[in-house]
Every structure is written in C-alpha cells, then in structure tokens.
C-alpha cells in the first residue's frame, strides 16, 4: 500500500486559533480525501482534494473553516480554522489505491488527533 | 440518516474461534464495500472488500459475505487471534466516485 504520513501526529490548541496539517504520500495520486473521526464516533468525509482544482466538500463542512491545499501529486494539508473544543477529533487523509492497487480501496495515513481547549 | 450500520458496538470472541463482525446497509447504489481494521492511535488498514457482483470474497483468514437482497455483507476471521483484538469499519463506496461512507464500528476483542 501507499506510505503516507501526516504532521502533526498530535496537537493542544486553544480555541479561536488555527491548525494546519500536512500530508504527504510517497508516491503521486490523484485524489486525496480529508476524514474526521469525532470521539467514539465513526470516520466523515470532509471533502476530496484533487490537484489542480479546488476540493470538493461534503454537507456541513465548508471552505472557509476547512480550507485544503493541494498543490502536487503528492501534498495536500488541511487547516481547522477559527477551532472551538468541538473540533476535537482525529484528522485523517486518505489516498485511493493506484499502481498495482485497486483504485476501488482507499489507503489512510496515521492521523492527527487534536484537543482543543 | 446512518446508511451504513454496524448495530454491534463490541464483540468479544475465545482464541481459536470465529469472529463474525455485521454490518448493514441501506442504499441499493452502493457497489464496493470494504473492511477496514483500526488500532489505537493509529490510521485506519484496509483488510478485504468486495464487489457488489461478488457474493464472496477470500484472504487468508479474512472472508468478506455479501447477500445483496438483505442489504448485509458480513466479515468472518477464523482462527481469531488476539492481534486480531481492533475496532472494525465497515465503509461503502456509492455512486459518486471514491466516497466511502463508514459504519459506527465493532470493537472486537479475542481472549487467549
């Protein structure tokens, strides 16, 4: 599967700030996808980047409090703007498989889990 | 509106047995469902998936069921071991493009 790893791995904010996080992939795809895992909850589509064009966001999330960069094959950050401590979660990016990989599955990076106070 | 369910939050299974892990869907558009496995601290790993043409799909200790009518594919791990010990998503792919939408998650825990 495709390496892929995000920065920060982990981070404590204090609400009204912002955060950036970066993902990178060792080789070049496509599209990216943005997820968010709430505690105890399961993992929501944020939106999907594709290099090149603007990402495509699903319902209830919107660009100015997610903003998404991406501008290679193999980058793309996403920033939590403006946090309140309902922000709270794990921050995953995924890649759809490529190569010798089914583009029907998607590959995940580590994640980033941010508190906010 | 959950249109992919995981109604077990937890299962918890002997060494050496079968684990059965459920998961229930609702929209007939969806063509490719995966399973993915997640530990503690660390990003989802995809396991096994199948195509909605399939009814069944196997790897290793992994077989993933598919029963289109019933809207409910299964995933059965035998002989469970205790790295198995994980939470498990379910995730569907529908009709617009790589979207997967992901169950609630089963913990499952195997007792050595």
């Known amino acids: 599967s495709a390496v892929i790893s995000q920065k920060p791995s982990r981070d404590i904010c204090q609400r009204g700030t912002s955060l950036t996080i970066q993902c990178q992939v060792d080789s070049q795809v496509t599209m990216m996808f943005w997820y968010r895992q709430q505690p105890g909850q399961s993992l929501t589509l944020i939106a999907t980047a594709n290099q090149g064009s603007e990402a495509t966001y699903e319902s209830g999330f919107v660009i100015d409090k997610f903003p998404i960069s991406r501008p290679n094959l193999t980058f793309s950050t996403l920033t939590v703007s403006n946090m309140s401590p309902e922000d709270s979660s794990i921050y995953l990016c995924s890649v759809e498989g490529h190569g010798d990989l089914s583009y029907n599955e998607q590959f995940f990076g580590p994640g980033t889990r941010l508190t906010v106070l | 509106d959950q249109q992919v369910k995981q109604n077990s939050p937890s299962l918890s299974v002997q060494e050496g047995r079968i684990s059965i892990l459920n998961c229930d869907y609702t929209n007939s558009m969806f063509d490719y469902f995966l399973w993915y496995k997640k530990y503690p601290a660390e990003g989802p790993t995809f396991l096994i998936s199948?195509?909605?043409?399939?009814d069944k799909n196997e790897d290793g200790r992994f077989t993933v069921f598919l029963n289109k009518s019933a809207k409910h594919l299964s995933l059965h791990i035998v002989p469970s071991q205790p790295g198995d010990s994980a939470v498990y998503f379910c995730?569907?792919?529908?009709?617009?493009?790589?979207?997967?939408?992901f169950g609630a998650g089963t913990i499952l825990r195997v007792k050595s």
């Open positions: 995730a569907a792919r529908g009709e617009y493009g790589n979207k997967l939408v």
């Open positions: 199948i195509s909605s043409i399939k």
